[in-house]
């Protein structure tokens, strides 16, 4: 059974905090995707990883980075944190290139103050 | 670069009566369509995508090219399937499973 897990379930920071979000995931994927969930918007691409240390940007990546030093974690990063990040963030996995399922973590809420 | 639309953001259905939930896509090559779904509480999952033309839950979903459509039905709505419910989209050949997602419709479904 595929697992995702993300490091918090809510998170509240402060404008100008540098802030990680965590995924894990345990079935050895090579895709990690990393979302923001918001009502109204759908799921929207931040970033995503097809490898170690490879990473591509998605559709709305400004304001954010990614780190993939292992394959089985992938790291969303704000570096200064703005209330407009306020948001659900979800991440997935998948396996290989083709019609492969993604499997989703719970979410992190994160509220910017 | 593709797009997927789902015009409706609330849809609310009473148990027993069929439902369709939209999705319209804007795609010039041969793309693969999914249906995902969020239960309360719950992750999001896939349900349906349109290659396996299955039917899950009692839900079906018909690639329709011409008319660039993939309207996810089901012909009697029970209490259970109240759920948020987006459409995605991966681009033919894109590699790496990316997918592009619409704006989600809440169907509720009252007894």
């Known amino acids: 059974d595929v697992k995702v897990t993300q490091s918090s379930r809510y998170l509240v920071k402060r404008t100008g905090e540098k802030v990680f979000l965590e995924c894990v995931q345990d079935?050895?994927?090579?895709?990690m995707f990393w979302y923001r969930q918001d009502p109204g918007l759908g799921l929207r691409l931040i970033y995503f990883s097809y490898d170690v240390k490879m990473k591509e940007k998605g559709d709305i990546p400004e304001g954010y980075s990614v780190s993939r030093e292992k394959k089985e974690r992938f790291s969303l990063i704000l570096e200064s944190a703005s209330t407009n990040q306020t948001s659900m963030y979800l991440c997935?996995?998948?396996?290989?290139?083709?019609?492969?399922?993604?499997?989703f973590g719970p979410g992190t809420r994160l509220t910017v103050l | 670069a593709q797009r997927v639309t789902q015009p409706e953001k609330l849809l609310s259905v009473f148990k027993g009566a069929p439902v369709e939930l939209k999705c319209n896509y804007s795609y010039s090559g041969s793309p693969e369509l999914f249906w995902y779904v969020q239960y309360s509480r719950q992750r999001l999952q896939l349900l349906l995508r349109?290659?396996s033309r299955e039917s899950i839950k009692g839900f079906t979903a018909d690639l329709n090219k011409g008319e660039t459509s993939f309207h996810l039905k089901k012909p009697f709505a029970q209490e259970e399937d109240s759920a948020m419910y987006y459409c995605a989209l991966r681009a033919g050949g894109t590699s790496y499973g990316k997918l592009t997602f619409g704006q989600g419709t809440i169907l509720t479904v009252h007894p």
């Open positions: 997935a996995s998948s396996f290989g290139r083709d019609l492969n399922e993604q499997f």
């Open positions: 349109h290659i």
């Open positions: 079935m050895d994927h090579e895709n």
